[in-house]
Each structure stands twice: as structure tokens, then as C-alpha cells.
């Protein structure tokens, strides 16, 4: 006797539900994608007693005649796709003809539809896989799909589900991602006969987003440019995205799926925006031809597969990336007003202030002997070393003077008195605070700025250009610094001796481990040069983590840039302060540091009112 047989249509059926209803939401999806498949334009769902009591999807769609109802509860029976063919240019949400019968087989559902151009509908219903009524009845176009004691017959799959509250929370998500996926549908949630959700199709897609995460401010619009493939869609500003996983919502050619490599491509586009622990959040719209991806590749069709996973990636961090470059022109416009990008007047090389060379008006290509530790733009002036206690603030309310005002010496001119310096920033300056924040009134309001993550972001794109054209400056040690390194360190050299050469570094073996640094980039002349050195070293890898590598070059400028760049704590003069306005004004990149932390914080007269309750 043969050990084979075929299995029953009703244990076929429940097996199948196993894979396509793994719980009440998994009902929910498989209703809405067949609403929105049949063009529905408004859809609503009621749910009582956490999905399993009842879950009832209704909509406006095209509607089902009889004999398309009766097929439709046949496994398989679909009108999505009709030749083998079809499977690699799927257009349609559903297509396997799997989830009315599923469903139908482990719940009570009943299925009341009619077509547009009919006067009645029909009526069928079914009691765990078995036809129990099929008739005519008066009913409005379009269908509605009830479905009550789901996994009745099958209590040990109802065991497994959560409470109800997380059952609940599951559909909510469900409906939602729908409803950002089809922005022109209005979607309609009521739990327990109370209307949870009601997101109607006059909102625009920013304000249907807004409304779903409670963000009741402006997102960065992402859109690429050219034909299929394209991105599109909104992103919350970095500095407040999601804390943990990336809270993301994800489409392809409308489909609501998950996928780590479409969220790494807009991470990568973000990099330098996002704070460490911080993820993307927002909405990502992709739209490709149906040949290019594969959607037949998980049961729930929660993932799908790209012919071309690289190309995609690409286009991910190119767009989000143009996207961040324009939202600083918005910022640039809305905080120093509209600027011209005119090459302004240097100050001379003996008064510069900051000790980096940033403000030089040529990139120094060549190496210059100096004492060590000693910046090679330079001595540092007295206002740049000196401390002031904490909490001080500086008022210059007043309008800055062209001069650095030095202790106990008169104003120093930094130009002819008939020529005057061309000023990039509209920002009245009031003061500093902490010797770390710089005070600023604009048109908005007041302007609260990061002087080190300022100055940071611009050492770094600075940095960034040089080492990219193989121009970083260097400063020659007069005293050479000699450093004992372990083998493993002295492995990275040698991997990576190009690399560390191109960052502005001159190192040679001294014997054994020993290494001799005779030179180190000129934008941290005053940095130590083996701890400058040692933390360069870490960022190529350590010995418990040697995987970092080449890759990580963008980190390793950022920490240069981050020793270089004024310190927290620093009093600037005001010529200082006008000249990194000026620079920030100028800059393509200026509202992050390198390592994600926002550089300017805008505060509105309407919201400083609001503090002191006078609106």
C-alpha cells in the first residue's frame, strides 16, 4: 500500500492558512489588497474582540458577480494572473488565489458583493471551508468580506496568539502602511464600533504621513530625478529620527514590504546626518518596472527580490543624499537669508583666527617646519586660549567690529579702513554663552549655534575635498615624534600605509616596532601627534575588531576634523564669530557635525512667546 496520498481539500486549505494567516492582521492585509486590487476609492474595517470576534473589510471596489464569488473560494482561483508568464511582471497586491480560502477555512466568513451595473449582489457564505449559502441580496456596489470566529476551529493556533491590545496594534500598523501606500484611497478604522483612524483622500500624502506619525512638523522631500527606476517620499529631519530600529515604512511599486537593504541605502544617504543609535524614519515610495523585481519570494509577501539589489542601493543614498544637500539650501535661505556665494576677503595669515588653516584662501600643499604641536597657520591668539568662567556670556549686541580685540591692547585692523570685509551671513550676533553656544537674532527668531560642531562640519568637508584630491597639507614636526606600536598596529601600516599617507601623515620604521612621525596634517598641527596617530590607527581596527578598514575613511576625517575644530569652552572674538557665520553661510553642508549632532537650533518669537505664556 503506497505511504502517499493526496490530503484533503479542507486540510490542504488549513495548511495553506498556516502560511497566509498567521494572525488577525494577516486577514486584514489580505482583505485591503484585494479592495484595493478591485480600484476602491474609500475602504473600511471594523474589528471587535482583537480580530478574532470579528474582523469586517468594506469597499467601493468593482464588486464580484456569483460565479466570480463561488471562484474565488476555490484555492488558487484568482484573476490577477493567467499565464506563467505573468509571474515576472506582477502589478497587482494579491495574485496566488490563496487567501480567501485560507481565511475561509479557519473562520465563519460570509462575502457579499455586486457589480456596478448590477441590481442585485449575491451572498455566500461559508462555516470553515464548507458552503453553507449562496444567494441574491440587495447590497450597495463594490464587496464586503466578514469574518467571524477566526481559528475557531483550530483553538491551538488561537493559543498562540497575543492579547488583543497587541493584536490590535498589529492591524493598526497594517492599515496604516496601506494607507501611506495609497494615498488617494480614504481608510476608515473602527475598534470595538469606536473610529480609531480616519484618513481621507483629501489629505495630501505629507499630511496623511504627519497624521500617522504624529509629527506635526516639516519632512525633507525625497524625489529622484529621471525615469523608472525612481524615489520618492519623506523623511524626518536626522537629528529626530527613530531611536532604536529604523521606523522606516518602506514601498515597492505600492506594496508594503520590509527590507534591510533599501533601509541601509537611505542610512548611507544620510550619513554625517545621523547621530549613532539613530535610524531613518519617514516614507520611501519605489517604483521600477514589475520585470525588476520579484514579489513571489515570501509567503506573507513581506519581501521582495531586486534584480538588480546594487543599482537600487545606489539610487537609495544618491537621492536621500541630494535631498539632505537641497534641505541645506532651504536651511541656508531660512537662516542667513538668500546669500551670495562670493569669495570674500582673507584675513592675513599671522591674525587668522581658529588654528586650522580652514580660513586660508589657498589649500597649503607643502610641509612647513614648525615646532611641535605648534598650528601652521600661525601663533594662536590670545582670545583663542583664553577661559572664561562657565555660564559667561559676551555681549556684542552691538555691531561686530572688523578688529580682534586682543587683552590690554588696542583693536588690531585686519583690513584698510576704506576697504570694507563682505559679510555672507544676515544674523545679528548678541553673544556667546558657555564659550560654546554663539547667540544669534534673525528673521525667525533667535539662533542658538554649536561652535564646535560648526567649525567640526567644515574642517571636515574641507578635509573631505583634500583627501579625495590627494591635497591634504601637512605640518613637519621640528622635534619627531617616535611611537611604540603593537604587531598588530604595525600590520595596519603596512595595509593601509596609503591611506594614512593621503590623511597627511609622514611615518617611517625606526626599527622593530618603532615608528618615526616627522610630519601630521596641518588642519591638527596642534594636536599631539602619537594620540592624533593611535586614534587614527583605532579607526582602521583594533584587535578585537579588524573589519573596519578602508571603508571607514569618512570616520576617520571626522575625527581629525573633530580634534581641529574649536573646543567647547573657547572664547572667540567677534571677528571669529563673524568669520564662521561667513563660512557656515557659505558651506553646502553646515547643519550637522560629522558624527550626526545638529549644529544650529531655531527658535520662533511665536515659540519664545509661548514660553512665557503671551499668545
Known amino acids: 500500500m503506497s505511504k502517499i496520498r493526496i490530503l484533503p481539500e479542507q486540510l490542504a486549505n488549513q495548511i495553506a492558512a498556516g502560511e497566509v494567516v498567521e494572525r488577525p492582521a494577516s486577514v486584514v492585509k489580505e482583505l485591503v489588497e484585494n479592495s484595493l486590487d478591485a480600484n476602491a476609492s474609500r475602504i473600511e474595517i471594523d474589528i471587535e474582540g482583537g480580530g478574532t470576534r470579528l474582523i469586517r473589510v468594506i469597499d467601493d471596489g468593482e464588486g464580484m458577480d456569483e460565479d466570480d464569488i463561488l471562484m474565488s473560494i476555490e484555492r488558487h482561483g484568482t484573476s490577477k494572473i493567467h499565464r506563467e508568464e505573468d509571474l515576472c511582471a506582477i502589478t497587482s497586491l494579491g495574485f496566488r488565489g490563496e487567501a480567501i480560502p485560507s481565511i475561509g477555512s479557519v473562520s465563519q466568513l460570509t462575502i457579499i458583493s455586486r457589480l456596478k451595473g448590477n441590481d442585485l449582489g449575491t451572498k455566500v457564505v461559508l462555516k470553515y471551508g464548507k ?105 524626518i529631519p536626522p537629528e529626530k529620527g527613530a531611536m532604536g530600529p529604523a521606523k522606516l515604512r518602506i514601498f515597492v511599486n ?42 513571489n519570494v515570501h509567503p506573507a509577501k513581506h519581501e521582495v527580490r531586486f534584480r538588480n539589489s546594487q543599482n537600487i542601493h545606489t539610487l537609495l543614498s544618491q ?68 577661559k572664561l568662567q562657565q555660564s559667561s556670556i559676551i555681549n556684542t549686541a552691538e555691531p561686530i567690529p572688523q578688529t580682534l580685540v586682543k587683552k590690554d591692547q588696542q583693536p588690531t585692523s585686519l583690513a584698510p579702513e576704506n576697504e570694507k570685509k563682505p559679510q555672507s551671513h544676515n544674523l545679528l550676533v548678541i553673544g556667546q554663552f558657555e564659550d560654546l553656544y554663539i547667540f544669534c537674532k534673525n528673521s525667525a527668531g533667535l539662533l542658538v549655534i554649536d561652535q564646535h560642531a560648526a567649525h567640526e562640519r567644515l574642517l571636515y568637508e574641507k578635509l573631505r575635498k583634500q583627501f579625495l584630491a590627494n591635497t591634504v597639507p601637512r605640518q613637519n614636526l621640528l622635534f619627531p615624534h617616535t611611537v611604540e606600536l603593537s604587531l598588530f598596529q604595525v600590520q595596519l601600516i603596512e595595509k ?99 558624527h550626526g549632532r545638529p549644529v544650529v537650533k531655531q527658535f520662533t518669537g511665536t515659540e519664545i512667546k509661548k514660553w512665557f505664556y503671551r499668545t
Open 254 to 295: 505600492g506594496r508594503a514590504i520590509k527590507d534591510r537593504m533599501v533601509v541601509h541605502g537611505v542610512t548611507e544617504g544620510l550619513r554625517g546626518f545621523l547621530l549613532k543609535g539613530r535610524n531613518p524614519a519617514g516614507l520611501i515610495h519605489l517604483t521600477l518596472p514589475p520585470g525588476e523585481v520579484d514579489v
Open 496 to 594: 593601509h600605509n596609503n591611506e594614512i599617507s593621503g590623511m597627511g601623515f609622514s611615518i617611517r620604521e625606526f626599527g622593530g616596532n618603532s615608528y618615526i612621525i616627522s610630519a601630521v596634517p596641518a588642519i591638527a598641527g596642534h594636536t599631539h601627534p602619537e594620540e592624533l596617530f593611535n586614534d587614527i590607527l583605532e579607526k582602521f581596527g583594533s584587535e578585537s575588531n579588524s573589519g573596519k578598514g578602508g571603508s571607514h575613511i569618512d570616520t576617520i576625517l571626522a575625527t581629525m576634523a573633530c580634534k581641529a575644530a574649536v573646543k567647547a569652552g573657547t572664547e572667540l572674538s567677534p571677528m571669529e564669530i563673524d568669520n564662521l557665520l561667513n563660512e557656515m553661510a557659505k558651506a553646502d553642508l553646515f547643519s550637522h557635525c560629522p
Open 131 to 235: 458552503l453553507m449559502q449562496v444567494h441574491d441580496t440587495g447590497c450597495s456596489y463594490g464587496s464586503s468580506f466578514e469574518v467571524r470566529n477566526l481559528f475557531g476551529n483550530t483553538p491551538a493556533r488561537r493559543k498562540f496568539l497575543k492579547t488583543a491590545r497587541t493584536e490590535l496594534g498589529h492591524i493598526d500598523e497594517v492599515i496604516k502602511n496601506y494607507a501611506l501606500g495609497a494615498p488617494h484611497i480614504t481608510f476608515i478604522l473602527r475598534l470595538n464600533d469606536k473610529e480609531t483612524l480616519h484618513l481621507n483622500n483629501s489629505l495630501s500624502q505629507e499630511q496623511r504621513l504627519g497624521q500617522i506619525l504624529r509629527y506635526p512638523e516639516s519632512f525633507i522631500p525625497i524625489r529622484s530625478q529621471g525615469t523608472e527606476p525612481t524615489v520618492t517620499g519623506f523623511l
Open 319 to 386: 537621492t536621500v543624499a541630494a535631498a539632505m544637500r537641497q534641505e541645506q539650501d532651504r536651511m541656508r535661505t531660512k537662516i542667513f537669508g538668500r546669500t551670495e556665494h562670493k569669495e570674500t576677503t582673507r584675513i592675513p595669515l599671522d591674525e587668522k583666527p581658529f588654528n586650522s588653516g580652514f580660513f586660508s584662501d589657498q589649500p597649503d600643499r607643502g610641509e612647513h617646519p614648525a615646532p611641535p604641536n605648534c598650528p601652521v597657520d600661525g601663533p594662536v591668539t590670545e582670545n583663542f586660549e583664553k
